[in-house]
């Protein structure tokens, strides 16, 4: 099993990230969004480390596009020794839209990691600020079967499904705990929640076939 180095967590208001991004433009927009960054060489596979406790790998699009590569990366990344609550930030633009559905199976079904998609390094920034700037003591993506998901990254995810507007995203986190529960949920499961037309089209998102990348 790979290890990751010894990172103490950063501090409130503070990002490690990988030495390989110090010259990036989301390093610099997170600079100007008040984050304070330290860079390290020895992150293992993981881009940043945040101050609640969580890790973060960032697929681009070419990652995506390049191929199968990205699998490899990412069952590293999940079979890491650490302490640190593993994300994933993935581009979904134009370019890799057709691979993304095969990325997010990967992900949540075969991995059972979080996934969170972003339009790119600006979008990125500001989503790593948004945790950042959050009480640092609390990691809301860290599984749990006793408490409520309601972050708002998650519940920005959650919105993204067809036919989940702000209400239903909310009413789904109030009865399912995580991202992996909610993938998993029945249509029966689902249609007392969200009604019988946006249940299908939860249920039909979650578990659509994806032909690339398999």
Known sequence: METKA???V????HVVASEKWRNS???QSLKGGGVKIHF???LGVADFHLPNKSSILYLSECDIIAGNGYKRKLVRYRNSSSSFQELVLVENTRLS???FPA???????????????????AEASQLIAQIVHRDGKENPFRRRTSSQLLDPLVLALVQQVPGVGRVKALALLQHFFNIQQLCNATQAELEPIVGQAS?????????RPTGAGS
Not at 10 to 13: A, C, D, E, S
Not at 103 to 121: A, N
Not at 199 to 207: D, E, P, T, V
């Open 6 to 8: 010894a990172v103490a």
């Open 40 to 42: 390290e060489n020895e």
């Open 97 to 99: 839209e057709q691979y």
């Open 10 to 13: 950063p501090p409130y208001g």
């Open 25 to 27: 433009s989301l390093i």
């Open 103 to 121: 990325v997010q199976k990967f992900v949540l079904f075969d991995l059972g990691l979080t996934l969170l998609p972003v339009s790119g390094q």
């Open 199 to 207: 249940a299908q089209q939860i249920h039909s998102f979650f578990h």
